[in-house]
């Protein structure tokens, strides 16, 4: 298993360079006009996930495109008419795209774009430590590459995980959980299985600080605390609800409270706001910049989409997404396990 320092080493030595350059109204407008039109021209379809800027979700949704987590977005794709997906979002889920869907062509705004649960399991790493465990089975998270995924016997998604954990469980299985070890840590609470868990986080989730939350519910005693189980364990336990972010978002809308202190990726208020338009949502607290790098509730790769470099990709068709056939094959088999439970449930 990793250190945490030699995770955030691998975290640091990906971590974006360039800060994402602003745009002005008037060129997003014509950045936008732009995109639509190349979409009708290349037969595309634009999938973005909540986390990106709210000017990629406007525009996804304006082009009859898809907003939503990774495996919806995955799911949206495959059933799609479109030759051509444009998927804004990091890169394992342009994988998870090509992987469902591999007779169309998967395009990413940039291939830079990465996620430090991603980067923290290694496939190669990964592997070395599930040989050493062959009983157990393998589940690994939706946040992980190709590669990883064709060594699991399971691909879940945060919406999903405690059940599957909890059905193999019943089983008589033990489990080798990769790679959040907060979320690994939340499933094995919840379910009591036997759980080896390797030790990568979200670099934006694991920043939520539970004292300043506290001291937000404090000063917000009407507000319903909503977190993703990537956070720390003193996050989660402060909960009022506990999800995924589809989860958190539905759970916004159905819920009679009229303010929200929200644990997950800013991206999310778009939808949130968009959704429930009287209702307050208020970014929960993270404890203050570490030395090395700080998330402050954005994540650093789903903001390196923009509109700029979507027009590029469509006009250019670059930034393919390229995985071989062994792989894909391989990593079905984990995806398709998880999307046929998701269908008995
Ligand atoms: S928010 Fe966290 S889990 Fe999501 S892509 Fe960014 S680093 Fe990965």
Request: glycine content about 4%; hydrophobic content about 40%.
């Amino acid at each position: 298993m990793n250190s945490d320092r030699n995770f955030r080493k691998k975290v640091l030595k990906h971590w974006p360079q360039m800060p994402a350059k602003s745009i002005t109204d008037t060129d997003s407008k014509i950045l936008s006009r732009q995109i639509l039109e190349l979409l009708k021209q290349k037969n595309a379809i634009i999938v973005a996930h909540y986390y990106t800027d709210p000017a990629i979700q406007k525009l996804a949704e304006l082009s009859g495109g898809f907003i939503g987590d990774s495996l919806e977005m995955a799911r949206f794709g495959a059933e799609h008419q479109a030759s051509t997906l444009l998927v804004a979002g990091v890169r394992f889920m342009g994988e998870s795209a090509k992987i469902l869907s591999p007779e169309k062509r998967v395009l990413m705004p940039t291939l830079a774009a990465e996620c430090s649960l991603d980067i923290g399991c290694e496939p190669e790493e990964f592997k070395e430590f599930c040989k050493k465990h062959p009983e157990r089975t393998i589940v690994v998270y939706a946040n992980t590459s190709a590669e990883v995924k064709a060594l699991a016997d399971w691909t879940v998604t945060s919406s999903i995980a405690v059940e599957v954990v909890k059905h193999l469980g019943n089983q008589g299985k033990k489990i080798i959980w990769a790679p959040d070890r907060y979320l690994g840590n939340y499933i094995m609470r919840n379910t009591g299985v036997d759980m080896l868990i390797w030790d990568a986080c979200c670099v934006v989730h694991q920043e939520f600080d539970v004292e300043s939350i506290r001291q937000q519910k404090n000063s917000h005693p009407d507000a319903e605390l909503l977190v993703h189980p990537e956070s720390q364990p003193g996050v989660i336990e402060l909960a009022d609800v506990i999800g995924s972010t589809s989860q958190l978002l539905k759970a916004s809308q159905q819920s009679q409270s009229q303010k929200f202190i929200v644990a997950t990726e800013n991206g999310i208020l778009y939808k949130m706001q968009q959704a429930c338009p009287d209702k307050e949502f208020i970014m929960a607290a993270t404890a203050p910049a570490n030395e090395d790098f700080a998330c402050q509730t954005s994540c650093p790769w789903m903001k390196m989409n923009n509109l700029q470099n979507i027009y590029e990709t469509l006009r250019d068709q670059t930034n393919e997404i390229k995985l071989s056939d062994q792989i894909i094959a391989k990593a079905l088999v984990p995806l398709q396990r998880m999307l046929q439970f998701n269908q008995k449930r």
